[in-house]
């Protein structure tokens, strides 16, 4: 019953629709799936209108995008199980606008400094998800030989943010963490803080782990530190959270592409997580 519960799509900034990813699950000998798209309810719907496919069955969810304003770092936290609401229709929807703007900015300026560059193209990728994203423009540029691959220097001269500022970097403004954590609250989501290492959220684990703000961590996931994950493995069985684990699976938008189920939640984290998300819709 192992699942890879940390996925994206043609939905968010992932190069494969949604349609296919039950197949590779099942392929790689998975029994369940998150298809996380970030800040996306169509992931969400997607599972609810498709419980079961190839045989694999299908856990709604969706990535969700907060700021750290203290530390100046993004957070993500998934959210299993969360209701099909109005609260998080608008809240993807709000964020989904905010994207596009920024990223549309960001298109204007690449125009004028790459001519081979076209907004129109970039917007084609991003048909399926509604919205622009980084990986977007980055397709465009990498079939093109503009760049070298989806995230290394080229990506990181237009859009990196530290030590240099990218050229045309302009990110949406993100909610915070209060309000994130609120949200999934209100959605009668089941709330798990992922991959810590990334965007070096652990004083932040720390902190909403002791306040008891989470239900889990996840620890199976390529990006997180072995440091990372001795601690959490200790947070989350000293706090009797929670623990998951996917590839982070974007197909080809990717440094490293990894293969659907390389990194998986064991079947007892899975009823965890089913049972929490029941006893929340009683």
């Not at 193209?121 to 509604?130: C, I, K, P, Q, W």
């Amino acid at each position: 019953m192992p699942g890879d519960l940390h996925t994206h799509t043609t939905f968010s900034d992932g190069s494969t629709p949604v349609a296919k990813l039950p197949f590779l699950a099942k392929c790689a000998g998975m029994t369940h799936l998150a298809v996380s798209d970030h800040d996306a309810i169509r992931s969400v719907r997607y599972a609810y209108a498709n419980p079961v496919v190839e045989g694999v069955h299908l856990i709604p969810a969706t990535e969700l995008t907060a700021y750290d304003y203290e530390r100046g770092h993004r957070v993500h936290i998934l959210c299993f199980w969360p209701d099909d609401c109005a609260a998080l229709e608008d809240f993807s929807k709000l964020m989904s606008e905010r994207r596009y703007n920024a990223v549309m900015q960001s298109c204007r300026e690449l125009e004028e400094l790459c001519p081979q560059f076209k907004t129109a193209e970039a917007l084609e990728f991003a048909r399926d998800s509604g919205t622009l994203y980084k990986a977007h423009v980055m397709r465009v540029l990498w079939q093109y030989g503009l760049s070298d691959g989806m995230y290394n220097s080229v990506y990181r001269s237009l859009f990196g943010l530290r030590p240099v500022r990218g050229k045309i970097l302009h990110n949406p403004k993100y909610e915070t963490v209060d309000t994130v954590l609120n949200l999934i609250k209100t959605c009668r989501g089941v709330a798990v803080l992922a991959h810590p290492s990334v965007y070096k959220s652990m004083p932040l684990a720390r902190e909403l782990i002791a306040a008891g703000r989470l239900d889990g961590v996840e620890i199976d996931h390529p990006r997180n530190t072995p440091e990372d994950k001795e601690e959490l493995t200790r947070l989350a069985r000293e706090n009797d959270l929670i623990v998951t684990g996917g590839t982070d699976f974007h197909g080809m938008n990717s440094n490293n592409p990894r293969p659907m189920g390389a990194f998986y939640t064991a079947d007892d984290q899975i009823a965890r997580i089913e049972a929490v998300a029941r006893a929340r819709k009683r």
